[in-house]
C-alpha cells in the first residue's frame, strides 16, 4: 500500500499547453475550440507536406508558462510507438525538441518508449555541450524485461527500455516510486504521482502481463499491476486538476483520487490521456460503464480520451457528457488556463 506521509499540495499555475505529438488518429479537418488549437493542412497559401503521422501510441508536449526567471517549464511526455514518428511530427508542427527540459515516461511499454532513443540522439545532436545531458524521468520498472501470456498459451515478448544504451547517448536517468516535483521540490510547476494505488473493483491491470526474473527469461512471474503506471498532475488557479494520463493502466479512476489525494484538491478541471478501456469483450470493456458512472460523479469540466481508450468508451463518453468531451488528435493543442 502506497502512504501519503506529508503535506505535497502543490501550487496554483496560471496556464498548461499540452500539445498531442503522437496518438491513435489524426485529423486535419477539426476546428478550433475554447480549449483546443487545431493544425492547419495549409501553410503560405499550400495545402502544408507531409502530414503528420497517427500511430497506436503516445506522446505529448507539456509547456507552462514561466512565472519566474529559470528553466523547468517545458517537458516530453512519453515517445510515442516508431522510431521516428514523434520526431517526424515534431518537425511537421515546428517545435524544437532541443529545447525542452526533459522527458518523463508515463511507464515501461513500447507504445509510449520506442521513439526515445532517436528523440535523445535528436537532442545531444542540437546541444552544444557533451555534459548538458536531457534528463528522463521514469519508475525504475519501467526497465524491467516484460512478456505477455495469451489465455490460448501464446507467449510475446515486449520490446525492452535499454537503460545503458539511454545513458550512453546521453540520457541521466531519475528513478523513481514516489511523488516527483518538476523542476524542483522548491519550486514546483508539475507533479509526477509515481506508483498509483489501486483501490477500485473494477480496475483490474494488465493480468496478461509477466516479468522475467534476474535469472531466465524461462522463469516468468506475474506483473499484472504495471506499478511504473505514473500520471501527470497540474493544479489551475481557479479551475482545479489537469489530470495527464498515458495508458491509465493503474485505472484512470484510481489515478483521480490518487491525484486529489496528493494535491488535497478536488476539483478536477480536466483528464487527457490514455484511459485503456477498449471494447474486448473482457475486464476493460466490463469496467466502461463503472468508469463512466465515476466520471459522472467526479463531474470533471473537460474529458479527453486518447490512445487506448477505445472508441466503443469514447462513444460513451460523448453520450452520457457531451459537453464535456473534447476530440483529440496529433497536433492538437490543448490550453487551459485561469
Same mark, same amino acid.
Given at each position: 500500500?502506497?502512504?501519503?506521509?506529508? #503535506?505535497?499540495?502543490?501550487?496554483?499555475?496560471?496556464?498548461?499547453?499540452?500539445?498531442?505529438?503522437? +496518438?491513435?488518429?489524426? #485529423?486535419?479537418?477539426?476546428?478550433?475550440?475554447?480549449?483546443?488549437?487545431?493544425?492547419?493542412?495549409?501553410?503560405?497559401?499550400?495545402?502544408?507536406?507531409?502530414?503528420?503521422?497517427?500511430?497506436? =501510441?503516445?506522446?505529448?508536449?507539456?509547456?507552462?508558462?514561466?512565472?519566474?526567471?529559470?528553466? /523547468?517549464?517545458?517537458?516530453?511526455?512519453?515517445?510515442?510507438?516508431?522510431?521516428?514518428?514523434?520526431?517526424?511530427?515534431? +518537425?511537421?508542427?515546428?517545435?524544437?525538441?532541443?529545447? *525542452?527540459? =526533459?522527458?518523463?515516461?508515463?511507464?515501461?511499454?513500447?507504445?509510449?518508449? !520506442? /521513439?526515445?532513443?532517436?528523440?535523445?540522439?535528436?537532442?545531444?545532436?542540437?546541444?552544444? !555541450?557533451?555534459? +548538458?545531458?536531457?534528463?528522463?524521468?521514469?519508475?525504475?520498472?519501467?526497465?524491467?524485461?516484460?512478456?505477455?501470456?495469451?489465455?490460448? =498459451?501464446?507467449?510475446?515478448?515486449?520490446?525492452?527500455?535499454?537503460?545503458? %544504451?539511454?545513458?550512453?547517448?546521453? !540520457?541521466?536517468?531519475?528513478?523513481?516510486?514516489?511523488?516527483?516535483?518538476?523542476?524542483?521540490?522548491?519550486?514546483?510547476?508539475?507533479?509526477?504521482?509515481?506508483?498509483?494505488?489501486?483501490?477500485?473493483?473494477?480496475?483490474?491491470?494488465?493480468?496478461? %502481463?509477466?516479468?522475467?526474473?534476474?535469472?531466465?527469461?524461462?522463469?516468468?512471474?506475474?506483473?499484472?499491476?504495471?506499478? +511504473?503506471?505514473?500520471?501527470?498532475?497540474?493544479?489551475?488557479?481557479?479551475?482545479?486538476?489537469?489530470?495527464?494520463?498515458?495508458?491509465?493502466?493503474?485505472?484512470?479512476?484510481?489515478?483521480?483520487?490518487?491525484?486529489?489525494? *496528493?494535491?488535497?484538491?478536488?476539483?478536477?478541471?480536466?483528464?487527457?490521456? /490514455?484511459?485503456?478501456?477498449? !471494447?474486448?469483450?473482457?475486464?476493460?470493456?466490463?469496467? *466502461?460503464?463503472?468508469?463512466?458512472?465515476?466520471? %459522472?460523479?467526479? %463531474?470533471?469540466?473537460?474529458?479527453?480520451?486518447?490512445?487506448?481508450?477505445?472508441?466503443?468508451?469514447?462513444?460513451?463518453?460523448?453520450?452520457?457528457?457531451?459537453?464535456?468531451?473534447?476530440?483529440? /488528435?496529433?497536433?492538437?493543442?490543448?490550453?487551459?488556463?485561469?
Amino acid at each position: 500500500m502506497i502512504s501519503v506521509t506529508e #503535506d505535497l499540495t502543490i501550487p496554483e499555475i496560471d496556464q498548461i499547453s499540452i500539445t498531442i505529438l503522437m +496518438d491513435n488518429s489524426t #485529423d486535419l479537418l477539426l476546428t478550433n475550440s475554447e480549449h483546443a488549437i487545431r493544425p492547419t493542412f495549409v501553410r503560405n497559401g499550400k495545402v502544408a507536406l507531409p502530414p503528420p503521422v497517427a500511430e497506436h =501510441g503516445f506522446s505529448a508536449l507539456i509547456t507552462i508558462p514561466k512565472f519566474e526567471q529559470g528553466t /523547468g517549464n517545458s517537458f516530453l511526455f512519453d515517445a510515442g510507438v516508431s522510431e521516428n514518428g514523434v520526431i517526424h511530427n515534431a +518537425d511537421i508542427f515546428l517545435i524544437d525538441l532541443s529545447k *525542452i527540459d =526533459g522527458i518523463i515516461l508515463s511507464h515501461g511499454h513500447f507504445d509510449h518508449f !520506442a /521513439g526515445l532513443v532517436n528523440i535523445i540522439k535528436r537532442i545531444s545532436s542540437s546541444r552544444k !555541450a557533451s555534459t +548538458d545531458n536531457i534528463d528522463v524521468f521514469t519508475h525504475p520498472d519501467a526497465f524491467l524485461r516484460r512478456w505477455e501470456i495469451f489465455p490460448d =498459451g501464446k507467449r510475446v515478448k515486449f520490446p525492452i527500455l535499454d537503460e545503458q %544504451q539511454l545513458q550512453q547517448l546521453g !540520457a541521466r536517468i531519475h528513478k523513481s516510486t514516489g511523488v516527483r516535483y518538476l523542476p524542483s521540490k522548491e519550486s514546483p510547476l508539475l507533479t509526477i504521482t509515481g506508483e498509483i494505488p489501486r483501490e477500485t473493483s473494477f480496475e483490474k491491470g494488465f493480468p496478461y %502481463q509477466y516479468t522475467e526474473d534476474s535469472k531466465s527469461e524461462k522463469n516468468l512471474i506475474p506483473d499484472p499491476l504495471i506499478r +511504473d503506471d505514473q500520471a501527470i498532475v497540474v493544479n489551475i488557479s481557479d479551475k482545479g486538476l489537469v489530470i495527464l494520463t498515458g495508458c491509465s493502466h493503474a485505472g484512470v479512476i484510481n489515478t483521480i483520487n490518487y491525484a486529489k489525494k *496528493i494535491t488535497g484538491i478536488n476539483r478536477i478541471h480536466a483528464i487527457i490521456g /490514455g484511459f485503456h478501456l477498449p !471494447a474486448d469483450g473482457g475486464i476493460y470493456e466490463a469496467a *466502461i460503464e463503472p468508469t463512466l458512472k465515476e466520471f %459522472q460523479r467526479v %463531474q470533471p469540466d473537460y474529458l479527453i480520451p486518447c490512445h487506448c481508450t477505445g472508441w466503443k468508451a469514447t462513444n460513451r463518453i460523448i453520450e452520457i457528457m457531451p459537453e464535456r468531451f473534447i476530440q483529440s /488528435g496529433v497536433g492538437t493543442t490543448f490550453k487551459f488556463s485561469s
